[in-house]
């Protein structure tokens, strides 16, 4: 259940980024995020922030990921999910500094969690680009602005290609798109034109990455970008 933003609580008013509630929650949080950022530049570090619905392959490519950068960038990862520390475990076994946030039931991270996630991580270390990863969700995460430098979203060809259509919000406010699990594409009804037709429609300027984490096809593409967005 998410005490933040009021899903969950059918006997309660849903608070809406258009109602009073709703304003200033979103406000205290662009706030912060603001204040994310500046902390970000203080100390040279670069965000980017991955989102997508559960299962959708985010932390199996933050590994694949995480195995070309880190002789390259000083890498640290900030894990989101609802109960457990499994992903950031996940992070810390390939030598990467990790920090957790764990929700207990809120369906999406906040500007505030991430402020106190980034200053325990950079407490005793500097780095060139970190990474967040949400709450499995393309509802809830889409009006929180995290203080990223940049936003992805995933849809992997599990999920179906209509999600663009479905869940416009977070998709008008990423970078990037990446169409994951790819190597799937021949035994699943996922159509890859249309995914990117409509996200387009939503996000003129967004930029798409086909990729598949398992083959490994569309992984070099993907890294030579982040090498490319990343401050030098």
């Not at 894990?79 to 929700?103: C, F, H, K, W, Y």
């Not at 991430?114 to 407490?123: D, I, K, Y």
């Not at 209509?162 to 009804?189: G, W």
């Not at 995914?195 to 490994?216: D, Y």
Request: aromatic residues 6%; contains cysteine; negative net charge.
């Amino acid at each position: 259940m998410c005490e933040t933003c009021g899903c969950g609580e059918p006997d309660k008013p849903e608070p809406t980024s258009q109602s009073p509630i709703g304003k200033d929650l979103l406000s205290n949080n662009d706030r912060i995020a603001g204040h994310n950022r500046e902390h970000l530049r203080r100390i040279g570090a670069f965000m980017v922030h991955l989102t997508s619905s559960p299962g959708s392959g985010k932390t199996t490519l933050l590994e694949k990921t995480v195995e070309r950068l880190k002789d390259k960038l000083s890498i640290g990862v900030i894990e989101g999910d609802v109960a457990t520390e499994n992903d950031a475990d996940r992070m810390r076994a390939l030598g990467v500094p990790s920090q957790a946030i764990v929700t207990d039931g809120a369906c999406h991270l906040s500007a505030k969690q991430v402020h106190h996630a980034l200053h325990h991580l950079t407490e005793d270390a500097k780095f060139d680009l970190i990474f967040v990863e949400n709450v499995g969700n393309l509802v809830c995460p889409a009006d929180f602005d995290l203080g990223e430098d940049y936003r992805v979203v995933f849809v992997s060809a599990t999920e179906g290609d209509d999600k663009p259509e479905k869940y416009p919000p977070i998709f008008r406010k990423a970078d990037a798109l990446v169409i994951s699990k790819t190597d799937l594409l021949p035994h699943v009804d996922f159509d890859v034109a249309k995914v990117k037709k409509h996200a387009r429609a939503i996000a003129p300027r967004i930029r798409f990455f086909e990729l598949s984490s398992k083959s490994g096809d569309g992984l070099d593409e993907w890294v030579n970008w982040l090498l490319s967005i990343v401050p030098k």
